[in-house]
């Protein structure tokens, strides 16, 4: 008896923990309340995002592009109001790059000097 009570206890336990590691980011909305796909593109177009993908995760709609600026995107958004829920930017997953702004270089590169005399596309300048 002793045992059976042990188990109940665990396996209750457990269910209990699944529930509280529930992702905060996951939308609930009956499929009958969402928006149309084009509602979502034309939401991402007046942020200035250009929208690559658009598919269904987790519940929500998933945006992939890139933002105004160019930086690659990944944003979740609500299906019923298009409110956006989590954004991630593709460098911030990148550990090697995290924390500067500097480009990745290939093994064996150079950067070349911060003097000016040096532009990407132009010949050198010899002064």
Known sequence: MKRYLIAITLIGGLGGAGIALADDDDCRVPMADWQPREAVQKMAEAQGWTVRRIKADDGCYEIDGRDAQ??????????????????????????????????????????????????????????
């Open 70 to 127: 160019g930086r690659e995107i990944e944003v979740k958004v609500d299906p019923a109001t298009l409110a956006i829920v989590e954004t991630e930017y593709e460098d911030e997953d990148d550990d090697d790059n995290r924390g500067n702004n500097k480009p990745v270089l290939p093994a064996g590169s150079v950067q070349p000097p911060a003097n000016g005399l040096f532009t990407p596309g132009t010949k050198p300048v010899v002064e």
